[in-house]
């Protein structure tokens, strides 16, 4: 199968709206972008034109929308912006911007993805470069009971279930089984409010000056007399409206039942592009918000760079590759110098070995008394043992690896009693002549304890 090429507009297009927070007129420039440029906002009002990535860790506030801000220029609200890109399969985009707050236009992503499909997609040269979810990762607010799960999945897709303590709107549920659907299935959904909140955010809040009842759908949870609703139709200079028997305004109409829910999904797909690659995994999302959405972009984030610098996940309740019996088959080493337990991961030139830490360790008693620290010699034994076991697991007959040579060895933190080290070792260049050269990463979670860079020569051992 063809990689996937990343893609960038065919030709640029302009949004024009209202912010819905700030009420400030707003024109949003879409430009093709270079390979590898991501998403950015470029503030054109400002002096300078600073440019603001579209990255989780530029997030300052979350409270009715995401705000990003660097070095004083701020744009907010771009959500449905960016759930709009990814969505139409965008990864290259430069968005000049001439205030601080995306317009909120219906409140949906429609106007957005119906100006990219106008504009046209192209491919451009480079590969797309995925964050593929390998392992479950978790964030979980205790006090809002938002929870996001991260779960490896060949596609990009959602679940997404809200629950607020309302008649109306009580527990919604929508799914979304692959990004490709999400024009068709997701792009038209609006935002929400509910009546009550409507008042407050425009009176004590100084929030929603852009709101004028057509850009979201209010709900009505509670009783309320038609000539409060007049007045507060009155307050966003708005026709007068009623209620419909679902306990929503009658100046829109529903496009799915669960349109909320879907909405929330939406939110989770643009905020969860902060962590800035495109997404193989499922999400299953929880009373999501953007304060949750945005935390798990951070995460993401963090599980990109763990990839990238080549940290092994180690799960416990998997099958070994290589238990204790097979790791004593191939070595000769016995107690108290066997340094492996076990192999949880092996490919042809790299393999992943694991030592759990006790307190029981014979070399406790005298590297320290009362400071115990496992001895940096030993950290480079087990990771020469690992090592040995990629070379030796390969052969037919039996061998032993004895070093030669050990260079650029490294100890960056102490190892204690109680600490799981994981040793990733990989070939440096093709074996030759009966000679293995590797280099050795010792961790404990994320962070490398060691390191090394180790050349052995393989025997055959007499029967």
């Not at 006090?143 to 279930?161: C, F, Q, R, W």
């Not at 009155?234 to 679902?246: G, I, M, R, Y």
């Not at 107690?335 to 070399?363: Q, S």
């Not at 061998?399 to 190892?415: A, E, G, L, Q, W």
């Given at each position: 199968m063809n990689a996937q090429k990343q893609q960038t507009l065919a030709q640029p297009?302009?949004?024009?709206?209202?912010?819905?927070?700030?009420?400030?007129?707003?024109?949003?420039?879409?430009?093709?972008?270079?390979?590898?440029?991501?998403?950015?906002?470029?503030?054109?009002?400002?002096?300078?034109?600073?440019?603001?990535?579209?990255?989780?860790?530029?997030?300052?506030?979350?409270?009715?929308?995401?705000?990003l801000q660097k070095n004083g220029a701020r744009i907010g609200t771009i959500e449905h912006t960016l759930a709009a890109m990814v969505g139409m399969g965008l990864d290259n985009v430069l968005v000049e911007v001439n205030n601080e707050e995306a317009p909120i236009i219906d409140g949906s992503s429609r106007i957005f993805v119906e100006a990219i499909?106008?504009?046209?997609?192209?491919?451009?040269?480079?590969?797309?470069?995925?964050?593929?979810?390998?392992?479950?990762?978790?964030?979980?607010?205790?006090?809002?009971?938002?929870?996001?799960?991260?779960?490896?999945?060949?596609?990009?897709?959602?679940?997404?279930?809200?629950?607020?303590n309302s008649r109306v709107l009580n527990n919604q549920f929508a799914t979304l089984d692959s990004i490709k659907d999400f024009k068709a299935d997701i792009a038209n959904c609006r935002t929400f409010v509910f009546l009550h909140e409507l008042e407050f955010l425009l009176k004590h809040n100084n929030l929603i000056k852009g709101g004028d009842l057509s850009n979201?759908?209010?709900?009505?949870?509670?009783?309320?007399?038609q000539d409060e609703?007049?007045?507060?139709?009155?307050?966003?200079?708005?026709?007068?409206?009623?209620?419909?028997?679902?306990?929503?305004?009658?100046?829109?109409?529903l496009q799915f039942e669960n349109e909320c829910a879907r909405h929330k999904l939406l939110d989770v797909i643009g905020d969860l592009s902060l962590a800035g690659r495109h997404i193989k995994g499922r999400i299953i999302a929880t009373k999501p918000g953007h304060s949750a959405n945005t935390r798990m972009a951070q995460l993401l984030k963090?599980?990109?760079?763990?990839?990238?610098?080549?940290?092994?996940?180690?799960?416990?309740?998997?099958?070994?590759?290589?238990?204790i019996g097979r790791i004593t088959e191939l070595l000769p080493h016995r107690y108290p110098f066997l340094l492996v337990d076990k192999i949880i991961e092996r490919k042809e030139n790299m393999i992943v070995g694991v030592k759990n830490v006790t307190i029981?360790?014979?070399?406790?008693?005298?590297?320290?008394?009362?400071?115990?620290?496992?001895?940096?010699?030993?950290?480079?034994?087990?990771?020469?043992?690992?090592?040995?076991?990629l070379v030796l697991d390969q052969l037919k007959d039996r061998y032993s690896t004895y070093f030669i040579r050990i260079d650029n060895v490294k100890f960056r933190r102490k190892v204690v009693p109680g600490d799981t080290l994981i040793f990733r070792l990989e070939m440096i260049s093709p074996i030759r002549r009966g000679i293995a050269v590797m280099r050795g990463l010792c961790y404990v979670g994320d962070k490398v304890a060691a390191e090394g860079e180790f050349m052995a020569q393989i025997v055959k051992m007499n029967e």
């Amino acid at each position: 199968m063809n990689a996937q090429k990343q893609q960038t507009l065919a030709q640029p297009f302009t949004i024009q709206g209202r912010g819905l927070h700030t009420g400030v007129d707003v024109t949003m420039t879409f430009l093709p972008a270079p390979e590898n440029h991501g998403f950015r906002f470029k503030r054109v009002d400002l002096p300078g034109q600073p440019v603001i990535e579209a990255d989780a860790d530029l997030v300052v506030d979350t409270s009715r929308g995401t705000l990003l801000q660097k070095n004083g220029a701020r744009i907010g609200t771009i959500e449905h912006t960016l759930a709009a890109m990814v969505g139409m399969g965008l990864d290259n985009v430069l968005v000049e911007v001439n205030n601080e707050e995306a317009p909120i236009i219906d409140g949906s992503s429609r106007i957005f993805v119906e100006a990219i499909e106008k504009a046209g997609v192209v491919e451009q040269d480079a590969e797309r470069q995925y964050l593929e979810i390998t392992r479950k990762i978790v964030y979980r607010d205790e006090k809002t009971g938002s929870e996001l799960i991260a779960l490896p999945d060949d596609d990009y897709s959602l679940n997404v279930m809200i629950a607020f303590n309302s008649r109306v709107l009580n527990n919604q549920f929508a799914t979304l089984d692959s990004i490709k659907d999400f024009k068709a299935d997701i792009a038209n959904c609006r935002t929400f409010v509910f009546l009550h909140e409507l008042e407050f955010l425009l009176k004590h809040n100084n929030l929603i000056k852009g709101g004028d009842l057509s850009n979201a759908i209010v709900i009505i949870d509670r009783d309320v007399t038609q000539d409060e609703l007049d007045r507060l139709a009155d307050l966003f200079n708005h026709e007068h409206v009623s209620v419909k028997a679902q306990g929503i305004l009658n100046n829109v109409d529903l496009q799915f039942e669960n349109e909320c829910a879907r909405h929330k999904l939406l939110d989770v797909i643009g905020d969860l592009s902060l962590a800035g690659r495109h997404i193989k995994g499922r999400i299953i999302a929880t009373k999501p918000g953007h304060s949750a959405n945005t935390r798990m972009a951070q995460l993401l984030k963090k599980e990109i760079a763990r990839q990238e610098s080549g940290v092994p996940v180690y799960d416990p309740n998997a099958e070994p590759l290589m238990d204790i019996g097979r790791i004593t088959e191939l070595l000769p080493h016995r107690y108290p110098f066997l340094l492996v337990d076990k192999i949880i991961e092996r490919k042809e030139n790299m393999i992943v070995g694991v030592k759990n830490v006790t307190i029981n360790e014979p070399f406790f008693q005298g590297h320290f008394p009362g400071e115990s620290v496992m001895p940096g010699v030993l950290l480079i034994e087990a990771m020469a043992q690992t090592g040995g076991l990629l070379v030796l697991d390969q052969l037919k007959d039996r061998y032993s690896t004895y070093f030669i040579r050990i260079d650029n060895v490294k100890f960056r933190r102490k190892v204690v009693p109680g600490d799981t080290l994981i040793f990733r070792l990989e070939m440096i260049s093709p074996i030759r002549r009966g000679i293995a050269v590797m280099r050795g990463l010792c961790y404990v979670g994320d962070k490398v304890a060691a390191e090394g860079e180790f050349m052995a020569q393989i025997v055959k051992m007499n029967e």
